[in-house]
Structure formats: C-alpha cells, structure tokens
C-alpha cells in the first residue's frame, strides 16, 4: 500500500459546480497535512493547511479524519481558474527538522464552461 | 523578485554526462530540499539540509551529490547521467523544515537525458 494515495482522476466538472477528492494515508503517527496545487508545468504552490478541526478557506474546505486516516478537499462554486491538480500531502515528526514529507501522485480537476 | 531561483529550467544531455543544477533560496529559510518529480507526476524527496547539514537522504543512487555552501543555496551534482534520470527536479524550501511549515518550491529544471 502506498504511503499517500489520492484518485489520479480526472475529474471533469462544469464550472460553478462543487466537488470533493480525498486522499488516505497509511502512517497513523502522521502529523501534518496540506493541499498543495500544481498547475501544468509549474511548481506546486501551498493551496491550505488542513486542521484537526477541519477549515475553510473562501471556496475551499479541508478536513481531517484521523480514525479512517484520510483527508478530503471540497470546492464550492468551482471557477475555470480552479483547474490543475491537486497534491495530498503529508507529513510526521511535527516539530523536528528531519521530518518526513510524502506528497500523493494528486488528483487532476477539469472544469469545463 | 523570486522566492526560491533555479538554474537552469531545461537541461538536455547525454547519457553518461555529468551536470549540475542550482538552488538558491532568499527567504532566510534554514532548510532546503531536492525533489524529483517523474513523468507519471510523482513528486519525491530525494534530500533535504538544515542550515547546510544532510538531514533526510531518501534511497537516491550515489550518483547524485547535494552540496549546501551555505544555508541559502542547495545544489545538486549528477554524475553519470543515466535515461531514468530524466525528469523536472524541483528545489524547494521551509523555514525550519518542521513539519507543519509551508514548502515553497523553486520553478523546477526538467531534465532530458537523450
């Protein structure tokens, strides 16, 4: 089993309308995790950090689920600009320098006019 | 002005060449990584340095060499190059590599090995 898995998809959706990709992780010690996009040809860029407690971000909303050990991302109202793919990642040791940084194969989005 | 800089953004080469890719890094972080990431979209971390010290070196072959100056600049030396060496190798960055803080990633040098 892979350490981070995400649905390579893509998911093709028509624009305004809302959809959600998760992504489970296999190492229960992991600490952190974040939603990293990456747009063709570009480097990945920090999209949100996801909390125990779940947050939102405008049009985007993370969460955690620690007992089935995977995290989720749903966007609302989702906009043309909104199409690239997106990168689980995740990460333990919470507050040392050796950490260790996993980032799953990402989810491509599609939205169509 | 730009946050993490690479050197060079494209690199084609023949197998058997040896070449070298800069990072620099001009936020004041104190830990810097190498990446690769693969044609089916893969990103892995092949090294990371805190203020110029190997941290994390993931099952990389020898042939390739991180070498940190100093803590604002992570370069990596490839030796021999091979065609599975072929991929964009991102360079990235965190403020003290913790593992709750944001990675800011270089531009990427795609790397062709003919």
Known sequence: RKEVEQDPGPFNVPEGATVAFNCTYSNSASQ????YRQD????????MSVYSSGNEDGRFTAQLNRA?????LLIRDSKLSDSATYLCVVSN???SSASKIIFGSGTRLSIRP | DTAVSQTPKYLVTQMGNDKSIKCEQNLGHDTMYWYKQDSKKFLKIMFSYNNKELIINETVPNRFSPKSPDKAHLNLHINSLELGDSAVYFCASSRTGAST??????PGTRLTVL
């Open chain 1, 40 to 47: 063709c040809r570009k480097e990945p860029k920090l999209l």
């Open chain 2, 101 to 106: 803080d944001t990675q800011y990633f270089g």
């Open chain 1, 32 to 35: 952190s995790f974040f939603w």
């Open chain 1, 93 to 95: 040791a919470l507050y």
């Open chain 1, 68 to 72: 089935s050990q995977y995290i989720s």
